[in-house]
T-cell receptor
Framework: AQSVTQPDIHITVSEGASLELRCNYS??????LFWYVQSPGQGLQLLLK??????LVQGIKGFEAEFKRSQSSFNLRKPSVHWSDAAEYFC?????????????FGKGTLLTVNP | GAGVSQSPRYKVAKRGQDVALRCDPI?????LFWYQQALGQGPEFLTY????????KSGLPSDRFFAERPEGSVSTLKIQRTQQEDSAVYLC????????????FGNGTRLTVT
């Protein structure tokens, strides 16, 4: 079964600093990969996705992520964090084959931004 | 409406009560999903509809959980004889298609079973 690991439960950065959130997946083939963000009391919003092609994908709010097949990773990055980026971030995968509708999420990384 | 709407926003139930959670997807969205998010965890898949057909209910934790989407739009997730372990946020999401289409999530219903 596919699984997603987000090794960092909680990360604190200063406003303006760079950010990298880690995500590793376990899956036999190349899945579809996603990053979602969840603000308190809100649903999840899609930041970006990777299906195929260029391994560096750009998303909304200045985020990007890089797919590295050799490391089974899909880390999320942002060069300069804003206070409004404080939220919980979830990496997710979908089977690119038959069951390509069922998202498997990691446990999330809570981002705190210090002024 | 503009997004996925879920009601109620909060629900407190005594153990053993039945509850019904409603989801209004984005108009025209074919696919509808229910996810369960326990405190401090990522969402976990419960069930998937394509129009009115429930194509996958493999994630429903027990036979106390039942979901329907009779006319292919609004969906209801029903939990019978609630237990404390059912306490979670229940998220509904819809999309135009499966797989490659992005999911649009509602804000969820927070269920607390006392």
């Amino acid at each position: 079964a596919q699984s997603v690991t987000q090794p960092d439960i909680h990360i604190t950065v200063s406003e303006g600093a760079s950010l990298e959130l880690r995500c590793n997946y376990s899956y036999g083939a190349t899945p579809y990969l996603f990053w979602y963000v969840q603000s308190p009391g809100q649903g999840l919003q899609l930041l970006l996705k990777y299906f195929s092609g260029d391994t560096l994908v750009q998303g909304i709010k200045g985020f990007e992520a890089e797919f590295k097949r050799s490391q089974s990773s899909f880390n999320l990055r942002k060069p300069s964090v804003h206070w409004s980026d404080a939220a919980e971030y979830f990496c997710a995968v979908v089977d690119s084959g038959g069951s390509n509708y069922k998202l498997t999420f990691g446990k999330g990384t809570l981002l705190t931004v210090n002024p | 409406g503009a997004g996925v709407s879920q009601s109620p926003r909060y629900k407190v139930a005594k153990r053993g009560q039945d509850v019904a959670l409603r989801c209004d997807p984005i108009s025209g969205h074919v696919s509808l999903f229910w996810y369960q998010q326990a405190l401090g965890q990522g969402p976990e898949f419960l069930t998937y509809f394509q129009n009115e057909a429930q194509l996958d209910k493999s994630g429903l934790p027990s036979d106390r959980f039942f979901a329907e989407r009779p006319e292919g739009s609004v969906s209801t997730l029903k939990i019978q004889r609630t237990q404390q372990e059912d306490s979670a946020v229940y998220l509904c999401a819809s999309s135009t298609d499966r797989g490659s289409s992005p999911l649009h999530f509602g804000n969820g219903t927070r269920l607390t079973v006392t």
